[in-house]
């Protein structure tokens, strides 16, 4: 898009946006529509893409069930 951005700002953009539990968690669902930075359709997610943000999450909920973990004991 047409922003005010160098390329490592719009980079770490990307970064932040595509790293939530929201944006992660809509990725799991192969088939699914993904979303461009308007809200419109932007083509479908992968099967391998869905298995990573699998992924992702599955070791985000682990990581923070372990903080819990140390926190209690």
């Known amino acids: 898009p047409d922003v005010d951005l160098t390329i490592e700002e719009w980079n770490c953009a990307v970064q932040v946006m595509t790293f ?3 944006y992660l968690q809509n990725c799991t669902v192969p088939g699914a529509t993904r979303y ?6 932007a ?5 391998a893409h869905a298995t990573y943000a ?3 999450l599955d070791a985000r909920k682990k990581a923070s069930e372990k ?3 140390k926190r209690k004991g």
Do not use: S
């Open 67 to 69: 903080k819990q973990l």
């Open 20 to 22: 939530r539990w929201q």
């Open 43 to 47: 083509g479908t997610v992968k099967k």
């Open 54 to 56: 699998q992924l992702v």
């Open 36 to 41: 461009d930075l308007y809200g419109k359709p």
